[in-house]
């Protein structure tokens, strides 16, 4: 009897022991491969503060600046896969969206203030979402407008913006300073017009196509009167000398930082710059859409996308995609998390997103609660972008020195077309 009774002692040991063995491998865990390095300490303790609150294992792994493509593959062949990873655009969702669980009807989804963020595939499917976003537009010196004799809610489409513009840039030596900063051609500021510029045109035509959710074939160039618009009065209502702009030795963000312009076209990032760099005051600037007079332009909001969207490796176990699951939960609706996101990555669009200091995110939330049309990063559908932007450039810095438009044409529809052969 004794023996029996041991016996059975023991085989209920056994028992507890493979049930707690079992219940801890229930719980999952969690392998984020993070690809932004500046952010890899401040992680490292959120995760390190999620695993003391819940007892589940976080491991984050950062690659190496530019790396992150081909950390991911790497990572993906091992036997223990990321459960987390960043699928920042479209072309990336073509090579990764077998591995993406489909994230709709989850917590962290039903969380989202807005789906601009989300990427979908041909079959409706969320295969990744963005947790943080940046915008670019207009910068505005409100201090400087209001000295002209305006205001910021003065600018609500292009024929306001201009009429504006055209005044400040006739009245420069009576006010000391003009309408806009240069509209430099050199590498270091082309990028402002060969891509985000042109992302306003882009981002039209493919409102008038549903959206663009995938290669969006040729393009027509339907909208390039307004970008010409919009190009004009850059050049024509600054000091800069149209005829210069692609030469070196123009500084916009000197010029703005100085307060030597009221308009300015960048993003969100230029905020620790403009603020910390140059003394500027918050509270005297803003960020306005950039209006060309496209139909139904009144209604729109900042340029906002990210390259920051998480998605969950459906191929993991159905233990870590829970735990995955659970953790950007917690990240998007703890304090701890939320804190985090805005102090690493910026603004993030979900419901208990801690406010930023940065204005320029502020404005773009304000924008998004008011129910003006986000207008999509559609610029990062580009075929071969180097070489497209090259020729965009060399044709607008032709036109700005007197040439033809129809070179800009060209360069923005053919160099398109023909680059995605």
Excluded at 273 to 295: C, F, H, K, Q
Excluded at 317 to 323: E, G, K, T, V
Excluded at 387 to 404: E, T, V
Aim: some cysteine.
């Amino acid at each position: 009897m004794k023996k029996r009774v041991l016996s059975l002692l023991a085989a209920c040991a056994i028992g507890v022991g493979l049930l707690s063995g079992c219940g801890e491998e229930d719980k999952g865990s969690v392998y984020w491969l993070n690809f932004k390095p500046e952010a890899d300490q401040a992680l490292q303790q959120v995760a390190k503060t999620y695993r003391e609150q819940t007892g589940v294992e976080v491991r984050i792994v950062t690659a190496a600046s530019g790396q992150y493509e081909s950390t991911l593959t790497a990572e993906m062949d091992k036997s223990a896969p990321p459960t987390l990873f960043v699928v920042g655009n479209h072309a990336a969702l073509d090579r990764w969206g077998g591995y993406c669980y489909d994230l709709k009807d989850t917590p962290v989804y039903h969380k989202l203030t807005t789906d601009d963020f989300t990427l979908y595939d041909g079959e409706g499917r969320a295969c990744a979402i963005g947790y943080c976003y940046e915008c670019f537009g207009l910068i505005v010196n409100k201090a400087l407008l209001e000295r002209a004799g305006y205001n910021v809610t003065d600018i609500t489409d292009f024929a306001s913006l201009k009429t504006i513009a055209e005044d400040i840039h006739a009245r420069t030596e009576e006010l000391g300073f003009d309408a806009f900063t240069s509209s430099g051609l050199d590498e270091s500021s082309a990028w402002r017009f060969t891509g985000h510029l042109a992302n306003m045109p882009l981002y039209f035509e493919s409102r008038d196509m549903g959206g663009w959710k995938g290669d969006p074939g040729e393009i027509s160039g339907k909208y390039l009167d307004q970008y010409r618009n919009i190009w004009d009065l850059y050049i024509n209502n600054s000091s800069a000398d149209p005829r210069t702009l692609a030469t070196p030795g123009h500084d916009a963000q000197a010029e703005f930082g100085r307060e030597e312009a009221v308009f300015y076209q960048n993003g969100s990032w230029e905020y620790s710059a403009l603020v910390n760099d140059y003394g500027m005051d918050p509270n005297r600037l803003a960020m306005i859409p950039i209006y060309t007079g496209a139909e139904g332009e009144e209604n729109i909001g900042l340029c906002c996308g990210t390259e920051n969207c998480w998605a969950v490796n459906a191929q993991a176990s159905m233990a870590d995609i829970q735990a995955t699951l659970d953790f950007m939960d917690w990240m998007v609706s703890s304090s701890e998390g939320t804190r985090v996101l805005e102090e690493q990555f910026g603004q993030i669009p979900f419901e208990d997103a801690q406010e930023t200091e940065n204005v320029f995110l502020r404005d773009a939330q304000t924008y998004l609660q008011n129910g003006n049309e986000t207008v999509d990063w559609v610029f990062t559908y580009t075929p071969n972008v180097t070489q497209w932007r090259a020729a965009l450039n060399s044709a607008l810095a032709r036109y700005s020195s007197g040439g033809d438009w129809s070179a800009v044409e060209t360069a923005f529809v053919d160099g398109w077309n023909s680059q995605r052969k």
